[in-house]
């Protein structure tokens, strides 16, 4: 399994109404957030693949190809609270990914 998969794998494994970091998949693969964040703008199967659920380490929204307002709609109508384009319960919809791969 490539780079691009073990990302993407990870990320459908994040539940609804959970976020996890582009630095919690980094680490389980022992690589850069940054990295993270360029393989899941390549994704194509956006939904499936929920890497609208992938947020910055400070609960910030980070970025998403169909653009911010569709993440907040998305993030919204599973139930996580947005202010200021922020998580406001962060902590509590955090998921951690605890899969390693070497």
């Known amino acids: 399994m490539d780079f691009y998969q073990k990302v993407l794998n990870l990320t459908k494994k994040i539940p609804r ?3 996890t970091t582009y630095g919690e998949i980094a680490r389980a693969l022992k ?56 998580i406001s319960n962060f902590s509590k919809v955090l998921y951690k990914v605890t899969e390693i791969y070497k």
């Open 31 to 86: 690589t850069s957030p940054r990295a993270v964040g360029q393989a899941l703008k390549r994704n194509k199967k956006l939904i499936v693949i929920p890497c609208h659920r992938v947020v910055c380490a400070d609960g910030s929204l980070g970025g998403y190809s169909q653009g911010l307002q569709k993440k907040i709609f998305l993030l919204e109508h599973e139930g996580i609270k947005i202010r200021n384009k922020k």
């Open 17 to 19: 109404g959970k976020v």
